[in-house]
């Protein structure tokens, strides 16, 4: 193996696969990531036998050839490489040499051979997403993820698809979150659509798939992210990235019965200042999960945020938020509530409220028009007194 | 045959052919799903076990399989996303969101097991005799006592048999109970553990089981090194044990060798035990063994003079029962016999039970067999002349034995391991004693060895 690849590429195929390694030390090849050159291409794979990732590059091949390489070390030389110069790579042995400019390095390797096979994709695409709506929904529904593995169907999100949308959810049994894409406004390919929607409407996506591949679509340039689902198995693909994933085995929860159809109380204002109300209860929040009062009085057009601790003092915050609908008392969990503010990416936003033992909503505003948008929805449940 | 034990002869062969690192993470999980006109079909758990067994094992598996059944002629493999686990055993759908609950205290709830909490109240910390042995151990438990849940969770204790570990863990539920008799406490041997988990299973209770295990504030396990080998229990167990320790309960634990040592339990249950707090409780030296045996005295209402007292401590060293029994025994034949307790006269009631050693009839020649057979090498070896890395080691353990447990002298020690001086002798029985000190590793080795030596006669 002999070639030379620009470092911008070189980069960027490693920052891919460099979180893919295995932590186990079953298979110790699992802790390496492949380069193999083939046909002015230099392909990248790396694998914990739950996630598969492979990058594709651009370089001149001279010579033909593969090799595995431990991910620490290959990562750590990029990261610290100083910008600029062209890399050239050679293989010698069972070793990896490397130039770039003035510097030389050596890794030692692990024959290729024994190195897992990542699974081909065999059946065509099913959608396309833009990669920039992708990571922010991502972003969203990565949060309300069960990090407890004691149900192992909570630690992934839910994808259900629907016959007009398709819904990702999650939720870690206090909070819930969902986000909504009409698939008219996705390109689809509605004959394996079909297909599969009527077989397997739901899937659960592992969330370190997810946040893996969240990490990997940069903001920037909006690429378009595939998607193609096969038994038990999920590939997205990014412009020059594949990255397979096993499906969670299970059934999801049902979710959707939960969710309010209707709101009694509404309230509408500013993101920025809701939030700071809250985080400001927070420091005063009583108990293990940080109990805040929210308060909304229809007659005297008033929102109150606040809270008391029997060992730290008191807070409370008026908001002059548009009020709908009668007057409210809810207790809440400032922590849940606060993440679910983070998520909102609009600069007001509305919450919704029916009664103090009963699922509220969180939900954007539209910056326009002002109405209230129904694509994404967290929700979060009161404490019971 | 069936295409269970098609596979199960196949993959013994097959594992014979491969490395065991390749062998678990490729075959795991995998199962011949069907088996017809010379096709079978291989259900794997992913794409990458998929992808591995069609093109780099499948040559061994078609050969190990035409080995049984010659009319096979293809292998394919699929990713089979069937449950494994029982469906059914899963908890119930519950709805996806629920309230986080405020307090979580409810008035006597019920309990499936049935309701006692199996505690001795003659356990308390009050009667129990702290010395440099268990001083951390005691320490621990009584912190934990005082805030539950809070500090050192789990906390595992360990230590050889009669040494007080259940005293002290029961304990803290006697404790707790003394504080708040509401609260909910469960003291369970692990033996016990798995019978109601069986019983449970079979039926079909496995979900009330569960449940009435997570509502406990206190869950103390004896012993819990029975759950070894019991796979579906120790899942069960872990389940449990999450939710009780994200929800600060606290849970205590005991076994008779550290979790590291305990031999097939599941990596992910050995490194909670870790996770907690560790103490060990190791034999009593002679001052504490005193002063258990007077507590225990003025208890029972003796009168014994110290310097029989200490004739006993000094007699009796390894374990505490034993030590109480010593006890007891002195006291009811003093009582029969209406003698004064001297020295000579304990002496002579308790020569069966002191140095049991020579008493069982052990000779060197056990020992030689003993050490050989648990470091598998042959006796002759270690009486031959060489310093061979592998067999030093066990030498010098039998050289300790003879010392420790026969008080033979160093130059017979010599003379019997081959005419090796006494000086060799000596070197061994110090070097063995103090890297008992430091190695947990050795010491449990000499404890098994032990065991078996006792046991052989």
């Keep these: ?385 | 045959m069936t295409n269970e034990e098609l596979w199960q002869t196949a993959l013994s062969e097959i594992e014979l052919s491969i490395s065991k690192a390749n062998f678990i993470t490729w075959f795991k999980g995998t199962s011949i799903l069907s088996n017809k006109d010379g096709h079978i079909v291989v259900g794997v758990p992913n794409g990458f076990a998929k992808e591995w067994l069609e093109n780099k094992y499948n040559l061994y598996i078609l050969r190990a399989i035409r080995n049984i059944q010659e009319e096979v002629k293809s292998v394919s493999c699929t990713i089979s996303t069937a449950n494994t686990e029982d469906s059914t055993q899963k908890e119930p759908l519950v709805d996806a969101i629920s309230a986080p609950k405020k307090v979580f205290v409810k008035e006597s709830a019920k309990f499936f097991p049935g309701q006692e909490n199996n505690l001795n109240p003659k356990y308390t910390f009050e009667n129990f005799v702290v010395g440099g042995n268990n001083e951390l151990a005691r320490a621990a438990c009584f912190a934990v006592s005082q805030n539950l849940g809070q500090i050192y969770n789990p906390l595992f204790i360990y230590g050889g048999v009669g040494l007080g570990k259940t005293h002290l863990i029961q304990s803290i539920g006697n404790e707790i109970l003394q504080r708040d008799p509401s609260s909910k406490v469960k003291y369970i041997p692990s033996e016990k553990f798995v019978a109601e988990f069986i019983e449970a299973a079979k039926t079909g209770k496995i979900n009330e089981f569960s449940q009435c295990y997570k509502q406990i504030d206190l869950l103390i396990i004896d012993d819990i090194q029975f759950i070894s080998g019991k796979e579906r229990t120790q899942e069960n167990f872990f389940h449990i044990f999450n939710h009780l320790s994200q929800s600060n309960k606290q849970i205590v634990l005991s076994s008779d060798k550290p979790p590291k040592a305990i031999q097939i339990l599941e990596e992910r249950l050995r490194s909670r035990f870790e996770g907690g707090m560790i103490a060990d409780v190791s034999k009593p030296d002679f001052e504490t063994r005193v002063a258990i045996l007077k507590k225990k005295a003025m208890r029972e209402g003796l009168s014994i003079d110290d310097e029989s007292l200490g004739f006993i401590a000094g007699n009796i060293k390894n374990n505490i029962r034993e030590l109480e029994g010593a006890l007891n025994r002195v006291a009811v034949s003093a009582q029969l016999s209406k003698k004064d307790l001297t020295p000579t006269y304990i002496a002579s009631i308790l020569g069966e039970i002191i140095s049991s050693g020579k008493k069982k009839g052990i000779t060197y020649k056990h020992i030689l067999k003993t050490v050989s057979g648990f470091y598998d090498i042959s006796p002759d070896e270690l009486i031959a002349k060489n310093r061979k890395q592998e067999v030093v080691r066990p030498r010098q353990v039998a050289m300790y034995l003879m010392r420790s447990e026969l008080q033979y002298s160093y130059p017979g020690i010599g003379s019997k391991l081959g005419g090796r001086d006494h000086t060799t002798a000596i070197h061994a029985f110090d070097k063995i004693s103090k890297a008992l000190k430091v190695d947990d590793k050795l010491f449990e080795e000499l404890t098994s060895i032990k065991d078996q030596l006792y046991s052989i006669v």
């Design chain 1, 1 to 385: 193996m002999k070639l030379i690849c620009t470092q911008e590429n070189f980069k960027k195929a490693i920052y891919s696969c460099e979180r893919m390694v295995s932590k186990q030390n079953t298979l110790p090849i699992l802790n390496n990531i492949l380069f193999e050159a083939q046909k002015n291409k230099l392909s990248l794979s790396a694998t914990n036998l739950e996630i598969g990732v492979q990058a594709k590059i651009g370089a001149k091949v001279e010579k033909e050839g593969k090799i595995t390489i431990p991910a620490r070390i290959i990562s750590n030389f990029s990261n610290n490489l100083p910008a600029g110069e062209n890399i050239s790579l050679e293989l010698s042995g069972q070793s990896l040499k490397i130039k770039s400019g003035a510097m030389k390095v050596v890794i030692k390797g692990l024959l290729a051979d024994d190195f897992p096979l990542i699974p081909k994709k065999k059946a065509d695409s099913l959608l396309e997403i833009s990669g920039v709506k992708l990571k922010t929904v991502l972003s969203r529904v990565l949060t309300s993820v069960a990090r407890n593995e004691a149900r192992q169907e909570l630690t992934g999100i839910n994808l259900i698809l629907g016959q007009k949308e398709l819904f990702f959810a999650s939720t870690d049994s206090f909070r819930l979150a969902e986000e909504r894409l009409v698939l008219d406004k996705l390109s689809v390919n509605k004959e394996n659509y079909e297909i599969f929607s009527t077989k397997n409407g739901s899937l659960i996506i592992p969330s370190a798939t997810l946040a893996e591949i969240s990490r990997i679509i940069s903001g920037d340039t909006d690429t378009p992210v595939k998607i193609t689902i096969e038994e038990g198995q999920i590939f997205f693909e990014l412009e020059n990235i594949i990255i397979v994933s096993r499906l969670i085995n299970g059934k999801y929860p049902e979710y959707r019965h939960i969710m309010p159809k209707e709101y009694k109380t509404r309230i509408v204002g500013e993101k920025g200042v809701f939030q700071s109300a809250v985080k400001m209860a927070s420091i005063f929040a009583s108990g293990k999960t940080g109990e805040i009062t929210i308060k909304i009085d229809a007659e005297a057009k008033k929102v109150l945020v606040s809270s008391m601790s029997q060992d730290t003092g008191e807070n409370s915050t008026e908001l002059n938020f548009d009020i709908t609908g009668p007057s409210q008392e809810v207790v809440l969990s400032s922590k849940y509530l606060l993440e679910g503010i983070n998520t909102v990416s609009t600069s007001k936003l509305a919450l919704l409220i029916n009664s103090e033992s009963t699922p509220l909503a969180l939900r954007e505003i539209n910056e326009q028009t002002g109405e209230v948008l129904e694509d994404y929805t967290y929700i979060v449940m009161p404490i019971k007194n």
